[in-house]
C-alpha cells in the first residue's frame, strides 16, 4: 500500500512543516517582519518596511513547506515536483528525464526508487537558469543509487537563484523510496536517468509531484 515518508527530520514554525536546511534563510527573515510589524504602529517608517518584510516571510515559508506525501507505487517515480522540461535518450540506452522546478513548487527532493546511496558526489559550477541548456555545466550533487533495477543516477541542479544543494543522507545510506534525500534552494532542475528498457510514462510539459508521480510505464 502506498506510504507516507516522513523519516528525514525537519524544521518547523508555528506549526508549519519545512523542510530541514530551511533555519538559515527562513528565521532572520521571519524576525525581521516580527519586528518590524511589532513597531508599525508607532512608525511609519517600520510600517513600510512592515510590507515587503512580512511578504518575503509569507514567500519564504511557502518555498520552503514539506508537506507528507502519500508514496505512489512504481518501479520509479518522480524525485522532484515540477515540470518535465526534457526527455532525452542517452548513448548508454539510458533516457534522461529532466524536471525543472520553478520558486513555486517543493524544493524537497526524494528518492525514486528503494535502495542503497552508493555515491553523493558535488560538483562546483555555474549558476546559469537551469532551463538553460548551459545549466549542464551548473552547481550540482550527482547521485547514484543500488535499486533492484540496478544503478539509478540522478542529479541535482542548482539554477540562478538557488545557490546551495543540500544534501539530507549520506553515502552508504539505505533510503526507502519516496523518502526524503536532500534540498534545492530557490528555482532548480533534477535529472533522472532510467535505466535501458523502462518505458517513460510522462511527456514534455507534463508537472510532476515528488513521490506522487510515477516516471516508468508497466
Excluded: C
Excluded at 512608525?43 to 519564504?60: D, E, H, I, Q
Excluded at 526524494?110 to 535502495?115: C, Q, S, T
Amino acid at each position: 500500500m502506498p506510504h507516507s515518508s516522513s523519516s528525514a527530520p525537519r524544521d518547523s514554525l508555528a506549526g508549519v512543516r519545512l523542510a530541514r536546511g530551511a533555519s538559515p534563510w527562513l528565521l532572520p527573515t521571519v524576525a525581521t517582519a516580527a519586528v518590524s510589524l511589532s513597531r508599525a504602529r508607532r512608525s511609519g517608517r517600520w510600517a513600510a518596511l512592515a510590507v515587503p518584510t512580512t511578504a518575503l516571510a509569507a514567500g519564504m515559508l511557502w518555498f520552503f513547506r514539506d508537506p507528507d506525501r502519500e508514496i505512489t507505487q512504481g518501479r520509479v517515480i518522480s524525485p522532484a515536483d515540477g515540470v518535465v522540461q526534457s526527455i532525452m535518450p542517452w548513448k548508454d540506452g539510458r533516457t534522461r528525464v529532466a524536471i525543472f522546478m520553478s520558486p513555486l513548487n517543493v524544493h524537497v527532493n526524494r528518492a525514486p526508487l528503494a535502495g542503497t546511496v552508493t555515491s553523493v558526489e558535488h560538483i562546483p559550477g555555474g549558476f546559469v537558469p537551469a532551463f538553460n541548456k548551459e545549466s549542464e555545466n551548473n552547481e550540482r550533487v550527482h547521485w547514484h543509487f543500488d535499486t533492484e533495477l540496478g544503478d539509478i543516477e540522478m542529479v541535482q541542479i542548482a539554477g540562478a537563484v538557488a545557490r546551495r544543494i543540500v544534501p539530507y543522507v549520506p553515502q552508504g545510506t539505505k533510503v526507502e523510496q519516496g523518502e526524503r534525500i536532500g534540498l534545492i534552494r530557490f528555482g532548480s532542475r533534477v535529472d533522472v536517468y532510467l535505466p535501458a528498457g523502462i518505458e517513460v510514462a510522462v511527456e514534455v510539459g507534463q508537472p510532476t509531484m515528488a513521490g506522487v508521480t510515477r516516471l516508468d510505464r508497466d
